[in-house]
């Protein structure tokens, strides 16, 4: 990927967040004697699919596939958002609306971030 494709891809990117953002605020747990952490960004959060092992809980008619697809949500963010860590708990805020998250899985890629997440309400 060129510099320009890279540059490209972040605009596009910023854009896509300006067109319904979201107010994140991350809540991290300290591990043994840490303190608490938190962080907020602006990104944009949208429902989708992702797959899971079977080795989570599934009900018996799926046991002996090979992955199962659950309903998510996923948070895209500026590439310049630390990257989360799984089950850091996501409070996301637009206007009246209050969402609470668990995050499963976060990547980073050349020109965004993306996390999944799993619904706590």
Known sequence: M????????????????????????VYRKGLSGEAESTFSFTGRIAPGLFRVSVSERVPAILVGETGVTRQGWCIVAPYSTPVLKTRDEVKAVQGDITRLFRCINCTRYPYKIEVILEDLQ
């Open 2 to 25: 060129s510099i320009r494709d890279l540059i490209a891809r972040r605009r596009d990117v910023t854009q896509y967040i300006a067109e319904d953002p979201w107010t994140i605020t």
